[in-house]
């Protein structure tokens, strides 16, 4: 399978805390970016990171790539409660029109 | 501006049946894209159009086909319903259709299959 995995599956962590995820692929990429999904809704698109970037912002998001070892982190600092959700990494095997996704980390901020 | 609309949220069909989902992009999009999404596979893609013309497909037997008309709004039909064909299906919206942007995703159909 071409799909990315997450780790860990699942996190839990309690509000104000930082919650760090990764991802790893398979194949190299154009861009990798993360989704969230709250439970059974659809996806909401979080972040970009292009295969030439290192790492990237977005408030309280931080994500970084490495080609070297196919592999992605996503940083959320200060956690809340309103964070719990899944968390997908996508990647596009050179396509450039189809993503494959993770399986996902399952996080859950406690108040 | 609106967002992805999918219809209908919810279906309960019987085995053997046929359905049609349909998905309304945001104003302007040409390309839609459709997933499936289950417990044990996860997301995986199923095929994505653009202005009318399927550009690429997924690993999904030919059940699975799906159609995007002149205004960009997408369907796709699942025949011959089997019971592992229940899952949440999603559509993702975008400009070009190319993954070096985000994609807009709807809120999904929840297909069950009975």
């Known amino acids: 399978s071409q799909q990315g995995e997450e780790d860990p599956q699942a996190l839990s962590i309690q509000e104000g805390e930082n919650a760090t995820m990764n991802c790893s692929y398979k194949?190299?990429?154009?861009?990798l970016q993360w989704y969230r999904q709250n439970s059974g809704r659809g996806l909401v698109h979080l972040i970009l990171?292009?295969?030439?970037?290192r790492e990237k912002h977005s408030g309280r998001l931080r994500v970084t790539l490495d080609t070297s070892k196919k592999s992605s982190s996503l940083l959320i600092t200060a956690s809340r409660a309103a964070d719990t959700a899944s968390y997908f990494c996508?990647?596009?095997?050179?396509?450039?029109?189809?993503?494959?996704f993770g399986t996902g980390t399952s996080l859950t901020v406690i108040p | 501006k609106a967002g992805v609309t999918q219809t209908p949220r919810y279906l309960i069909k019987t085995r053997g049946q046929q359905v049609t989902l349909s998905c309304s992009p945001i104003?302007?999009?040409?390309?839609v894209s459709w997933y499936q999404q289950t417990p044990g596979q996860g997301l995986q893609f199923l095929f994505e159009?653009?202005?009318?013309?399927?550009?690429n497909k997924g690993n999904f037997p030919g059940r699975f086909s799906g159609r995007q008309f002149s205004n960009s709004r997408s369907e796709m039909n699942v025949s011959t319903l089997e019971l592992g064909d229940s899952a949440l299906y999603l559509c993702?919206?975008?400009?070009?259709?190319?993954?070096?942007?985000?994609?807009?995703f709807g809120s999904g159909t929840r297909l069950t299959v009975v």
């Open positions: 993702a919206s975008s400009l070009q259709g190319y993954t070096n942007y985000g994609y807009t």
């Open positions: 194949t190299s990429i154009n861009n």
């Open positions: 990171i292009r295969s030439n970037e």
């Open positions: 996508a990647t596009d095997p050179n396509t450039g029109n189809q993503f494959y």
């Open positions: 104003s302007g999009h040409r390309s």
């Open positions: 159009y653009f202005s009318e013309t399927q550009r």
